[in-house]
């Protein structure tokens, strides 16, 4: 039996895995692709601090490095639930299930796509799902967003004090962000609203996004945006249906300030609980407690064990 | 007027800056005496990931170069107090005033000494004050641990996994801490208590600590512990006399899951703050937040002063 087991590979759970092994405990981390998770799909990390600049892939590559290095062991398997049986933790999987006193979940969330042509291919390269991530890249440059949610306002403004331009896309022909944020996008001068028009394609080259490509929804009249950056918020998918433990509306893992789920010995980190904030630097964080956390359960189930035989002669003074 | 201040250049202070630069803030930190923290006297880390084993100071300028890179600014200055003026955050320093919207501090803590020969001399060389930090330094080997409380037995307990041996040294002859982790610790057949000591003088030679010389409170006699490593757990206290705001009984700043203090528009991030964790990892996590907070504080500032002018004719559809 395992004392702690991680699901996923990305820089939440290799982090989780540094800890709990550094701390003595059994443990390995289940992966379902590879080590990584969504940021290895980034072209260029500027915000992981030590590291200027680096791409998604590299940057894990570090991080999966320092994990073997130090003989964190990581296995494939897809997990589709997660039992308790006691102190026992059983993680089912298509194969032979895995059994643990702990359970560490980091297994991400990605963002909804919209299905426009281009989205995928130019993923890093121009669109992006992440203003606090890719934002800077666009400094005194055009970019459009896309999106009539509370994210969507919050970033396009956000994204209006660094980008010369934002252009707002929306379906509709008003956002359904709350009033507040409705108030205060109104008063960004360099955000144009593209209303009633969705999104064609991405248009771009070698180099990357070069325009965006939208369509009225009244006349069905298509317009070129010149932008060299597209940010799509349409939403955010959390990869937990794994696991039957208190989530927010949207599938989100509820976690207390120890990163502890409502089932006990279970704690979530990083992208896939509700948070603040989803970047490497709070998933890192987020996982050290997580681990640190576990330790201190499993070594709470040592002591628990202990009690039951007895205090074999020994007390304190 | 700044639009974020940075009190701190450890970990945590140099992250905030990172993320309120890029978000498009005014953005300065205020150190003390130079960038780096307290983690900069560490000889070794061997736990932010991405750096498999780095010297503190080697670390923080990594940090610093980041930081420094993409425009942030150090100043020095010792800040002895913040006030509140309307939407002003006013920070006192021996020369001239800061002004700024927002403030984040990352003021950081330090762990107390207990003031025996060697303690500072050999910092870093095999004296230590965090198990989650150093342990792992200790696999097989020989460690003390120092005091009494909480901190000082979950830390032996934990300790115990990874050395061979650890001597728990304390100056009663019983434990304070509570009642659970007593009944814990004496199920742990590698730790020696050692009653009624207190501590003479870390041993060692240029490659560090080779033991720790005890003396009883009874007899006054001495003993020479063969130990590698000495951990010190008798409290820490963070650097908040600065700053008048909700704070636990030992000075920690009490913050929300938005890093936000009792003060509007002042974050707190990393070892000052109540915590369950303090390591880099967890400064950093904290930072990004504390900033990206600030950030749309300062977004809702400008929306009300705009507020206050009027819409100007713009209207959403």
């Known amino acids: 039996m395992y004392d702690c087991v991680i699901i996923g590979g990305g820089p ?138 509370d994210t969507a306002v919050k970033e396009s403004i956000y994204l209006s004090k660094i980008a010369s331009k934002v252009y707002h896309v929306h379906r509709r022909d008003r956002f359904r962000a709350e009033k507040v944020l409705q108030d205060r996008i109104v008063t960004k001068d360099n955000i144009e609203f593209v209303w009633k028009h969705t999104t064609e394609e991405a248009l771009g080259d070698v180099s990357g996004v070069t325009g965006l490509r939208v369509k009225s929804v009244d006349t069905g009249e298509t317009r070129d945006l010149d932008v060299d950056g597209v940010f799509v918020f349409v939403g955010i998918t959390p990869n937990t249906a794994f696991v039957d433990c208190d989530k927010d509306e949207q599938g989100f893992i509820v976690v207390n300030e120890n990163m502890e789920t409502s089932i006990p010995g279970v704690y979530a980190a990083g992208d896939c609980r509700v948070t603040p904030l989803r970047q490497v630097v709070t998933a890192v964080g987020d996982a050290a407690i997580a681990a640190f956390k576990a330790e201190e359960y499993v070594s709470e189930l040592e002591g628990r064990a202990y009690d039951k035989v007895g205090a074999q002669g020994v007390t304190l003074k």
């Open 12 to 149: 939440g759970g290799v982090t989780a895995a540094i800890y709990a092994i550094r701390s003595g405990m059994k443990t390995v981390v289940v992966e379902k692709i590879g080590v990584g998770g969504q940021i290895a799909l980034s072209d260029i990390i500027e915000n992981y601090p030590g590291f200027p600049s680096i791409s998604g892939l590299e940057l894990m590559s570090h991080f999966e490095n320092h994990a073997k290095g130090i003989g964190v062991e990581f296995v494939s398997a897809d997990i589709t639930g997660i039992e308790v049986d006691g102190d026992k933790r059983i993680l089912k999987t298509a194969g032979e299930n895995i059994e643990t006193k702990t359970v560490v979940i980091c297994s991400g969330a990605e963002a909804k796509k919209l299905g426009f042509a281009g989205e995928e291919e130019f993923i890093g390269r121009g669109v992006s799902t992440c203003a606090t991530c890719d934002g800077p890249f666009y400094r005194n440059k055009a970019v459009a967003v896309i999106g009539g949610g």
